[in-house]
């Protein structure tokens, strides 16, 4: 039973129960029998809520608190809520308020209806609206024939909605519900909508599952209607502090007769991927205390075609195209003066029928000693070993084993104003097989042995002066390595001359020595510095190379870096051929970021020889966004390829920003590549229109329209 007191010097009552304080304030207050009446700005404080009005009485009998007049209830940083009255039951938690209107302070969502009904954590409401936007005016609205509000749950459904933009009706639901908090929590989410002139309406709706906090599914049904229907699948986990992965599978049928329209190679498309990293799996895994860092990386993935890649996607601008697909396991474990790596590396190439004989490293063994100093930091000494596992399936595989042992001497002279190096560079290689031969095979296999020995002399110099503000470094550098010692013996004895230089198969598919070459480099660096910060960087260098044919050009190479200001950046790499006496490649990229614009041009050319025959390619893209106020920005991309005289890519947008709303509209055109039974490199232009929709706080979708021309 409450009991309350009076405090007249302060004009106030204080109304007590076992475990709550309840306590009235205002001005003006007295009782009458069991009612105690409070005016004059008066104020209820119980719990974590406050609740002011004209007019406040309660009574004690009933423990009902009634308000009238400008009620206004506050509860501990969360929401405000708003009515002319209401009353509120402290015995049983119930409340009704008439009209009701609440504002979420985190979010800026508020709602009107026409009343409230509260019982401890649930909140039954009438007819109204809610939105992000203004109360007075607002650009956007979801009304409603009634709501249900689960505080504990934090969760909001609306019966019968409808999205109205400037009071004009745009959308319809029987349902829609949305979280009030950042909550994981199990529910559909944002569904994809889409349309196609070859694949029809395109609608994805994703299925969230979220029961434990260590690990959530999400499931997302598609049906493209001319096209097929299909379904993806992630499972998602962090299974310690230090750890976390996900697992996704998949699957899309497509309709025979688009299919067997578009010359598709597979009728249906699947596959599955494993990413998992740990940052210390020896720890947790085996409780070894050790000092060192342990790490563990999964990447794996198999799938029948590549197009169980691109079917994820809501469109096929990001679309991917290649016939090899890489799985990988890294695991590590580093002391910071030795490393202990394994790596598995598998290949799946989709264009081929068995991938029995294509070689996988299963797996390769790493050692590493860190550099190690001697004689006051002029001997120099660092290791690195492995032994590599060449599996297949099907035809010979090989166990190869490799060392490097560079050992360094420096020393600076004339002041430390010139540094001269020597370095030995030890290498020794060998290699075993196993496994069946090829019954059409003439290979010969037997374990060999390769040892090298080079010597590398390098003389530089590190040069610094002091301007005002500004600091210069420069840095040449000359560089000539002697081809020293070589011996073969075994496989590599018998295979160094005819598979030097070699692409075919057979037995040169283990052979990656190349011939023995004096090279001579030169090089200077330039550097500019402005309090700490790079101004200006340019890299020259140029090589040469000598072996028993003759000597051979290396090419001109520079690359030069320049921020010309706080908004613009300049960036170069030009390669020259002084026997072709040509620009085989170069790249200029310029870039602007300010305020209100924003912008990057770059251009890259390629002109190189491969078979001997002539590669050219030349690649212009350019793309710019203009910020006109604080609500619209406009942008736009192109993607020109010079050589074929097409347009790769092209976007042009417009995107309205609001405090409460984003919606964008963009005009996309693409060419994109697709797998048929007649080429894997045979291409579509598609053109897209987007609609952008974003309604803050509660989220939003994108429907896009694709028009495509063959």
Same mark, same amino acid.
């Given at each position: 039973?409450?009991?309350?007191?009076?405090?007249?010097?302060?004009?106030?009552?204080?109304?007590?129960?076992?475990?709550?304080?309840?306590? %009235?304030?205002?001005?003006?207050?007295?009782?009458?029998?069991?009612?105690?009446?409070?005016?004059?700005?008066?104020?209820?404080?119980?719990?974590?809520?406050?609740?002011?009005?004209?007019? %406040?009485?309660?009574?004690?009998?009933?423990?009902?608190?009634?308000?009238?007049?400008?009620?206004?209830?506050?509860?501990?940083?969360?929401?405000?809520?708003?009515?002319?009255?209401?009353?509120?039951?402290?015995?049983?938690?119930?409340?009704?308020?008439?009209?009701?209107?609440?504002?979420?302070?985190?979010?800026?969502?508020?709602?009107?209806?026409?009343?409230?009904?509260?019982?401890?954590?649930?909140?039954?409401?009438?007819?109204?609206?809610?939105?992000?936007?203004?109360?007075?005016?607002?650009? =956007?609205?979801?009304?409603?024939?009634?709501?249900?509000?689960?505080?504990?749950?934090?969760?909001?459904?609306?019966?019968?909605?409808?999205?109205?933009?400037?009071?004009?009706?745009?959308?319809?639901?029987?349902?829609?519900?949305?979280?009030?908090?950042?909550?994981?929590?199990?529910?559909?989410?944002?569904?994809?909508?889409?349309?196609?002139?070859?694949?029809?309406?395109?609608?994805?709706?994703?299925?969230?599952?979220?029961?434990?906090? =260590?690990?959530?599914?999400?499931?997302?049904?598609?049906?493209?209607?001319?096209?097929?229907?299909?379904?993806?699948?992630?499972?998602?986990?962090?299974?310690?502090?230090?750890?976390?992965?996900?697992?996704?599978?998949?699957?899309?049928?497509?309709?025979?007769?688009?299919?067997?329209?578009?010359?598709?190679?597979?009728?249906?498309?699947?596959?599955?991927?494993?990413?998992?990293?740990?940052?210390?799996?020896?720890?947790? =895994?085996?409780? %070894?205390?050790?000092?060192?860092?342990?790490?563990?990386?999964?990447?794996?993935? =198999?799938?029948?075609?590549?197009?169980?890649?691109?079917?994820?996607?809501?469109?096929?601008?990001?679309?991917?195209?290649?016939?090899?697909?890489?799985?990988?396991?890294?695991?590590?474990?580093?002391?910071?003066?030795?490393?202990?790596?394994?790596?598995?590396?598998?290949?799946?190439?989709?264009?081929?029928?068995?991938?029995?004989?294509?070689?996988?490293? %299963?797996?390769?063994?790493?050692?590493?000693?860190?550099?190690?100093?001697?004689?006051?930091?002029?001997?120099?000494?660092?290791?690195?070993?492995?032994?590599?596992?060449?599996?297949?399936?099907?035809?010979?595989?090989?166990?190869?084993?490799?060392?490097?042992?560079?050992?360094?001497?420096?020393?600076?002279?004339?002041?430390?104003?010139?540094?001269?190096?020597?370095?030995?560079?030890?290498?020794?290689?060998?290699?075993?097989?196993?496994?069946?031969?090829?019954?059409?095979?003439?290979?010969?296999?037997?374990?060999?042995?390769?040892?090298?020995?080079?010597?590398?002399?390098?003389?530089?110099?590190?040069?610094?002066?002091?301007?005002?503000?500004?600091?210069?470094?420069?840095?040449?550098?000359?560089?000539?390595?002697?081809?020293?010692?070589?011996?073969?013996?075994?496989?590599?004895?018998?295979?160094?001359?005819?598979?030097?230089?070699?692409?075919?198969?057979?037995?040169?598919?283990?052979?990656?020595?190349?011939?023995?070459?004096?090279?001579?480099?030169?090089?200077?660096?330039?550097?500019?510095?402005?309090?700490?910060?790079?101004?200006?960087?340019?890299?020259?260098?140029?090589?040469?190379?000598?072996?028993?044919?003759?000597?051979?050009?290396?090419?001109?190479?520079?690359?030069?870096?320049?921020?010309?200001?706080?908004?613009?950046?300049?960036?170069?790499?030009?390669?020259?051929?002084?026997?072709?006496?040509?620009?085989?490649?170069?790249?200029?990229?310029?870039?602007?970021?300010?305020?209100?614009?924003?912008?990057?041009?770059?251009?890259?050319?390629?002109?190189?020889?491969?078979?001997?025959?002539?590669?050219?390619?030349?690649?212009?893209?350019?793309?710019?966004?203009?910020?006109?106020?604080?609500?619209?920005?406009?942008?736009?991309?192109?993607?020109?390829?010079?050589?074929?005289?097409?347009?790769?890519?092209?976007?042009?947008?417009?995107?309205?920003?609001?405090?409460?709303?984003?919606?964008?509209?963009?005009?996309?055109?693409?060419?994109?590549?697709?797998?048929?039974?007649?080429?894997?490199?045979?291409?579509?232009?598609?053109?897209?229109?987007?609609?952008?929709?974003?309604?803050?706080?509660?989220?939003?979708?994108?429907?896009?329209?694709?028009?495509?021309?063959?």
């Amino acid at each position: 039973m409450y009991k309350f007191y009076w405090i007249s010097l302060l004009a106030s009552v204080i109304l007590l129960r076992a475990e709550d304080r309840v306590e %009235l304030f205002g001005s003006v207050a007295d009782a009458n029998g069991s009612v105690a009446h409070a005016s004059g700005n008066p104020v209820v404080i119980y719990e974590d809520q406050l609740l002011s009005a004209d007019e %406040l009485s309660y009574d004690r009998n009933t423990t009902i608190i009634e308000a009238k007049g400008s009620v206004n209830v506050f509860k501990a940083r969360q929401y405000h809520s708003m009515s002319d009255y209401a009353r509120i039951n402290l015995n049983n938690d119930t409340r009704y308020l008439k009209p009701y209107y609440a504002l979420d302070h985190d979010s800026g969502l508020w709602m009107s209806t026409d009343e409230a009904t509260g019982c401890k954590n649930e909140i039954d409401l009438a007819s109204g609206a809610i939105s992000g936007c203004s109360s007075t005016d607002p650009l =956007w609205k979801i009304r409603f024939s009634s709501a249900n509000y689960d505080t504990d749950a934090m969760w909001v459904n609306l019966y019968n909605a409808r999205l109205e933009i400037n009071d004009v009706p745009v959308f319809y639901l029987p349902y829609f519900g949305y979280p009030t908090d950042k909550t994981r929590r199990s529910g559909l989410l944002i569904p994809y909508f889409g349309w196609s002139n070859t694949e029809g309406f395109f609608y994805q709706q994703p299925i969230y599952y979220a029961p434990k906090n =260590w690990f959530d599914v999400e499931l997302r049904p598609q049906v493209r209607t001319n096209r097929g229907e299909g379904i993806y699948g992630d499972f998602r986990f962090v299974d310690s502090s230090s750890s976390s992965g996900y697992i996704r599978m998949g699957l899309f049928e497509e309709q025979s007769d688009y299919a067997l329209k578009h010359n598709l190679a597979h009728n249906q498309h699947h596959g599955y991927e494993l990413h998992y990293q740990n940052s210390a799996f020896l720890r947790e =895994w085996f409780g %070894l205390k050790l000092e060192g860092e342990s790490g563990l990386y999964v990447d794996g993935k =198999w799938m029948n075609d590549v197009d169980y890649l691109n079917l994820q996607h809501t469109n096929e601008i990001h679309n991917v195209i290649t016939n090899q697909v890489i799985s990988r396991v890294n695991a590590f474990y580093n002391t910071g003066q030795d490393y202990f790596g394994a790596y598995l590396k598998y290949y799946q190439y989709l264009d081929l029928a068995s991938n029995a004989q294509t070689i996988q490293t %299963l797996p390769s063994l790493q050692y590493h000693r860190y550099l190690q100093t001697f004689l006051n930091n002029h001997l120099l000494l660092n290791t690195d070993a492995t032994v590599t596992n060449f599996y297949r399936q099907d035809g010979k595989a090989a166990v190869q084993g490799d060392i490097n042992i560079p050992i360094m001497f420096q020393i600076s002279l004339m002041d430390e104003y010139l540094d001269l190096s020597y370095t030995a560079n030890a290498h020794a290689r060998t290699i075993g097989f196993y496994g069946n031969e090829s019954v059409l095979s003439t290979d010969t296999y037997k374990p060999g042995n390769y040892l090298q020995l080079d010597h590398t002399f390098k003389i530089g110099s590190n040069l610094v002066r002091n301007y005002e503000d500004i600091t210069h470094v420069l840095n040449p550098n000359i560089t000539y390595t002697s081809a020293g010692t070589r011996m073969y013996t075994g496989y590599y004895d018998t295979y160094h001359s005819a598979c030097n230089g070699s692409t075919g198969s057979g037995a040169c598919d283990f052979y990656t020595i190349t011939e023995p070459s004096d090279s001579l480099g030169l090089g200077v660096n330039n550097y500019f510095f402005k309090e700490g910060k790079q101004l200006f960087a340019d890299r020259l260098s140029q090589n040469y190379r000598h072996d028993q044919y003759g000597t051979y050009n290396g090419e001109l190479q520079n690359e030069l870096e320049w921020n010309v200001n706080k908004g613009l950046s300049y960036y170069n790499q030009t390669s020259y051929n002084p026997d072709r006496n040509r620009i085989t490649k170069e790249q200029n990229t310029l870039r602007y970021n300010g305020e209100t614009v924003t912008a990057n041009v770059s251009h890259y050319y390629t002109d190189i020889i491969s078979a001997n025959q002539v590669i050219y390619s030349s690649y212009l893209t350019a793309d710019a966004s203009y910020r006109y106020d604080q609500n619209y920005r406009f942008s736009g991309l192109i993607a020109y390829d010079y050589e074929n005289t097409l347009v790769k890519r092209g976007e042009v947008g417009v995107l309205y920003s609001q405090r409460c709303l984003d919606f964008g509209v963009k005009f996309v055109q693409n060419i994109r590549p697709i797998v048929t039974n007649i080429s894997a490199n045979d291409s579509v232009s598609d053109s897209y229109i987007f609609l952008t929709i974003i309604l803050k706080p509660i989220g939003g979708s994108v429907f896009n329209y694709k028009m495509t021309n063959n």
